[in-house]
């Protein structure tokens, strides 16, 4: 999943259920692109909303995009979330 990994932190809140995971390196595209299909995937329907809203793709766009969750690969997902979340790793 990663390319080149230096190091590793993580950080737990004692009086909350977060949790972070810094990992310091390089993501490789796929690996980057499947990220951001599970997360996606795992979002409620209406935060993907919001979500796409923001990579400013249009609401009924947006919407129509949602019915294909659970999303199989990166090529379902549109130039303008590619551009968003993906960036120079496309």
């Known amino acids: 999943m990663l390319g080149r990994s230096v190091a590793t932190e993580s950080a737990t809140e004692p009086k909350t ?3 972070r995971l810094r990992v310091h ?3 490789v595209a796929d690996a980057h692109r499947a990220a951001v299909l599970r997360w996606l995937d795992l979002l409620p329907a209406e935060h993907v909303v919001q979500v796409l809203r923001g990579a400013r793709m249009p609401r009924q766009s947006a919407e129509e995009f949602l019915r294909q969750r659970p999303f199989a690969d990166g090529d379902v997902l549109p130039a303008a979330v590619l ?3 993906l960036g120079e790793l496309r």
Do not use: D, I, M, N
């Open 17 to 19: 259920v977060q949790s």
């Open 25 to 27: 390196g390089e993501l």
């Open 83 to 85: 551009s968003a979340f």
